[in-house]
């Protein structure tokens, strides 16, 4: 394995780690860098992207946070998935960073209020889950993305949680959420059958647990859908 | 075990929940609720209080969240430990419920944050951290609360998550963790110097974790410290 | 709701607690008791039964950790979900309570095992995880059960964990996991091709988070298989 | 840094790895080779000790997830901290291996147990685990090592955990959990009076979170005992 030829504009905006994040990201959707291909060392990106040690060592940390790349100690740090290259229809490549480091506070904020909400939900807040869950299923079958209606039904568990704190955390993260949805449920959209099927299966699971009060199983099927979720996005699962 | 006396005042103002919650919990403190009392019914509650079932069984979920009441499904609920009377000396009896509430999703937070800045953190990070826990035990020294340093420290934390949604998010919580820092550590600056040494020592666990690079070990001592906090503001700790 | 006609026949063997529960699965898997049924108080069941208190109690105790029926205090017990009359073309009904008791241990176990087999599993380590789950798929395709290919593939798992008393526990519940094995795939062999399908795939989740060394994945994909295989077993879940 | 000098005698019985392992063990312990110390590189601890790499693999392996090493990819694997040299005193230097082996399965079952004893122990059961504390504290006043007591109050546990597999996995690991706390409070008797003070102080949390009934709190103070036990041995701590 050579190095992989990386083709870098030197930035010039705020979050300069996003920007070199969304480059790097673009060349493995297009197939620049495919699996397996290493990435130069970083001083190399240093020089070309004319940025500091802090900011490569940053995309690069978020890169293999979000699966897409490996790094190994003292050898270096490989492709490991490619997204769809559709993946930049629905978002600027420099905002697909913070889109998908959203998912790492809602795995710690949702599963509590999965589990919380299996324990304490009033059943005025279950039949507005069961809510939110029949609009993300129309959404479906109109064709739609339903990115608002799946933003409800997250919001509608928080809510359920007997701790206002939760739903204002989460409105706290409503844009980047809601673009983060955009992107995915995009996705989805324009994937199999199949695909939309598993996301409102994990979705009806979710209701279900908390439904029949059990709060183990409220948090497990939280925590599958928001790791699958981000899976479908980084294309870390070869599903169809 | 006859239903207690529960004198209520009806409450006029906006968080009903909280205000009764108050109310009780004054009660609780100051002696009046014994240990195992039995609280009047709910019903009973509504017309004293004058207010809605829904806000009774608000406030009766976060008595028993917060580990003062316990409910016996079909018998009652019963007042399960006594917090210090100096408890609203230190906050407003209808502040309390919600500084109360402020655990719950900095558990779920926290723990995440602790686990990955054990992965993530820099030098730096981790120095910034270390002086935090410095300025903490300076501050004890001083005879000071220290609240100031102890919101420090965990927004350290969460600053070395590698995550710049961690700190805004308890940026979120701030006045509310800091009102809530400062109820809990001005009962611990008139407690025992045991106490004292027990709170730097949870600190200085979570630093070592996360400067030894060990998430699971950071993760347990994080919900390990906050855990004892809360149980250090409701006395449900038979400690000094 | 009335109280349901429960038919007990007097048990006289040893662990009484498994043959009442038993005896109450039948009702329910043969439809005697319904979905929502009212169980007879627990002095009622002693009394036909002619057990102790204590026996009812664990018998109770075990259908509702089990999902099959849930307990309001105060109130009574209610029949939850029904699984398939088939169930006990695999195992008599008395096994079935210690069968389904297995999974408790195992999730406790398995889950640290695939956790730490994603972080230590060495490359034969992991290709015989791969060899067990070709040999479970080709079981599958045979039309066979496939139940020793399965425990092969989760003795695989505990043997990568790094720890020779991973596997060595294993092997003491041996016997017991077996029989749940062949009972849950027994049930799916009879069932849907999707149902194949979602078992295979499962597993596949669990060997593909262990080959890309993800710790936090390989946790989550073991507890979710097998939360979902109890589910299938109990029917508390309504899948084809 | 200069690798340190390693001084190993060919092994020649069965389980090699823990027979490695306890020589490494005895140098860290006595000083010869001193924290922050490099180790000699893999192919020379496979020539000096004349073992395959596998084994040589597997006691660092062991080192480090005991937390006496610790590996840098790429660089070299260092002595982190170091046990109390009276560690030998209690145990055969290759016996430690397998004793400290034993936290890993416990960890995983006994969190479990404590959590599920929170929600099922009957009164009986409740007041056992009570029994065996008080028996611990007996044993710690007449100054004995108290290890029976200590199995007793752990196996009583897993007996209110309302399953029988639980006690019966102990039971397996009997043997390498009663070395394992000969050794742990055989250190701790020679040790401080603050060290005895906070082993009673975990055990009595567990006891208390399971009296009133808090599972998550029950399973917390279990984790934070096992791993503070842990600590104790291999010298990871800096307490008395």
Redesign the interface.
């Known amino acids: 394995m050579n190095d992989a030829m990386l083709k870098l504009k030197p930035a010039r905006r705020e979050r300069l780690a996003d920007v070199l994040y969304g480059q790097i990201l673009e060349q493995i959707t297009s197939g620049q860098l495919v699996e397996g291909a290493k990435l130069p060392s970083e001083a190399h990106i240093c020089r070309d992207f004319q940025v500091s040690r ?1 900011v490569v060592r ?1 995309a690069l ?2 890169l293999q ?1 979000d ?1 897409l790349v ?1 790094s ?4 270096g740090t490989f492709v ?1 998935s490619r997204p769809s290259d559709k993946l930049t229809d629905f978002a600027a490549s420099a905002e697909i960073a913070s889109y998908l ?2 998912f ?2 809602r ?3 949702e ?2 209020c999965a589990r ?1 909400a299996a324990m ?1 939900r ?1 059943k005025a807040q279950l039949n507005q889950i069961g809510e939110a869950l029949a609009a993300l299923e129309g959404a479906f079958e109109r064709g739609e993305t339903g990115w608002e209606e799946d933003f409800a039904f997250h919001l509608a568990v928080a809510g359920a ?6 739903p ?2 989460l409105q ?2 409503r844009d ?1 959420m809601r673009g983060s949805m955009r992107m995915a449920l995009g996705l989805t959209r324009q994937g199999s059958q199949e695909r939309r099927r598993r996301v409102i299966e994990e979705h009806r ?1 979710i209701f ?1 647990a908390i439904s ?1 009060q ?1 709060p183990d ?1 409220a948090r ?1 099927y939280m ?2 859908h928001l ?1 699958e979720s981000r899976a479908r996005i980084t294309g ?2 070869g599903e169809a």
Chains 1, 2, 3, 4 share one sequence.
């Not at 190994?72 to 050898?75: D, K």
């Not at 949680?161 to 939760?166: Q, Y």
């Open positions: 802090p940053e940390m978020r946070a699966g490996v190994r100690q003292g050898i490991k480091r959203a790492e506070p795995l710690a904020l599963t509590e919380l304490r009033t949680a007997g701790n206002e704190l939760f204002r955390l706290d993260l980047i699971k279900t029949s059990d199983l497990l925590r599958f790791t870390s699962q």
